[in-house]
């Protein structure tokens, strides 16, 4: 069951500290362009819509690998039709490892289990439902592929897409058999929108070593994990807590604050099994041992931001059917001037999810993404009327480790510290719900050297 024995991408492995070249071609009927999610690249290799090639053509990525190891993964990022072709499986993983993660002695080969987590609707003829028409793209685009008019997939295309089967991997819940041995589960949520609260089925806590930018200083364990559109978390399990025969099971627990309109017969927040394993086996005796150091992370110093005292505010915006921040909807080489920063330098920024300007008050949970960095969280807020609904899920946010995506639940303000250390140039920052991204809930950020 490797991730790529489907639909997704091939999972690319590479080394800190390596060169790599990477030719894009692209056989599809429309523009598309490669981003490397969660990698330090110079910004014209990074996959921004601006570089989006048409069908035919080639793009040449050039870049050392700057990354710690850590679970990354790559995407279409094509403006407007992101959603539409990450749904239909240009995606992948991109895993990287170095020295310092090497001598940890993690489990390895395949006990390094990858679980790109992902859900998806399909037809009578077992064929991919991409429900929204996309936006930006002519209307002969917008109908191929099975993107419908309409309110329903109006809808949609503003507020997100929701499968209603779970697949790991590309494939549908199944019993995986493992042996009594430690392993590290590498989970992705490579979801368009939806967002999981996962657990084991016996209440077992998860033992968290990493999360989106690598590993953390040490295990962190938790009850629940909450994984937005784009997070990743990297759980290590020894199978020997479970004997011969049993079939422990990774689910998803209900939630509230997820998307909730026209959402289908599988909501955002509804209970469902996601995997399941078998044990197999009985041995070994010893049981596996996890160091309690696991790597080198600077502690966080919110002093070293040069606006420490005085945060950027990032409001997430809905105005008249489309998203933005601060009010503004996306756009491909604007940056304003609080979206333009100095290299070398650190900045606290606040994404606020207040529901500002939108129709009838509807907030929903963001996924913000920050391109070509890793930040750390320092803080969050949540307003009084949504305290009852964020404890169903706050338990379950990791903000221990080196991040490129933070959940940003409904009367949330979460406060994250960047560092503009690598490259100057053009980058982007979005929600990651692929399908807001899509309708505006995009923006540049200019870095200047
Ligand atoms: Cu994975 Cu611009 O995103
Ligand atoms: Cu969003």
Same mark, same amino acid.
């Given at each position: 069951m490797q991730p790529s024995d489907s639909y997704l991408g091939p999972v690319i492995r590479l080394r800190r500290g390596q060169r790599v070249r990477i030719e894009l071609i692209n056989e599809l009927p429309e523009p598309t362009i490669i981003h490397w999610h969660g990698l330090h690249v110079p910004d014209d290799?990074?996959?921004h819509p601006r570089h989006a090639i048409g069908p035919g053509q080639r793009y040449v990525y050039a870049f050392r690998v700057l990354n710690r190891a850590g679970t990354y993964w790559y995407h279409a990022h094509p403006h407007g039709r992101t959603g539409h072709q990450v749904y239909h499986g240009l995606a992948g993983l991109l895993l990287v490892s170095d020295e310092e993660e090497a001598a940890l002695r993690l489990p390895g080969g395949d006990q390094d289990m990858p679980l790109v987590i992902q859900d998806r609707t399909f037809d009578d003829d077992n064929q991919f439902v991409y429900p929204a028409a996309g936006h930006g793209m002519g209307a002969s685009m917008m109908s191929r592929g099975?993107?419908?008019?309409?309110m329903g997939s109006m809808m949609a295309s503003m507020m997100g897409v929701l499968g209603d089967r779970i697949l790991v991997n590309g494939r549908q819940v199944q019993a995986l058999d493992v042996d009594r041995r430690a392993r590290r589960l590498r989970l992705l949520n490579g979801s368009n929108t939806r967002t999981y609260k996962l657990a084991w089925n016996d209440g077992s806590p998860l033992t968290v070593i990493g999360t989106d930018g690598g590993l953390l200083a040490a295990p962190a364990h938790r009850k629940f994990l909450v994984l937005g559109p784009a997070e990743r978390a990297d759980i290590w399990t020894d199978f020997a807590n479970w004997k011969e025969g049993e079939s422990p099971s990774l689910q998803s627990l209900p939630f509230e604050g997820g998307m909730t309109m026209g959402s289908g017969p599988l909501p955002d927040g509804s209970q469902f099994p996601v995997l399941q394993f078998r044990i197999v086996g009985s041995g070994p005796v010893e049981p596996a041992r996890l160091p309690d150091r696991l790597a080198q992370l600077p502690p966080v110093q919110a002093s070293v931001a040069i606006n420490a005292e005085h945060p950027k505010v990032f409001d997430l915006t809905m105005g008249?059917?489309?998203?933005?921040i601060n009010g503004r909807p996306f756009e491909m080489l604007q940056a304003t001037a609080q979206e333009t920063v100095k290299l070398g330098t650190h900045e606290v920024w606040e994404f606020?999810?207040?529901?500002?300007?939108s129709m009838m008050g509807m907030v929903m949970a963001h996924s913000m993404h920050i391109h070509g960095l890793q930040f750390r969280v320092i803080g969050r807020e949540i307003a009084d009327r949504f305290a009852a609904a964020y404890r169903t899920v706050q338990p379950g946010?990791? +903000?221990e480790g080196w991040?490129?995506?933070?959940?940003v639940m409904p009367g949330e303000r979460v406060r994250v510290l960047v560092g503009f250390e690598d490259y100057p140039g053009l980058f982007l920052y979005h929600c990651h719900m692929l399908e807001?991204? +899509?309708s505006g809930l995009m923006r540049n950020y200019l870095v200047k050297a």
């Open positions: 290799m990074d996959g099975g993107g419908g008019r309409g008249m059917m489309v998203w933005g606020r999810n207040e529901g500002r300007n946010l990791m +903000d991040k490129d995506t933070v959940l807001h991204e +899509d």
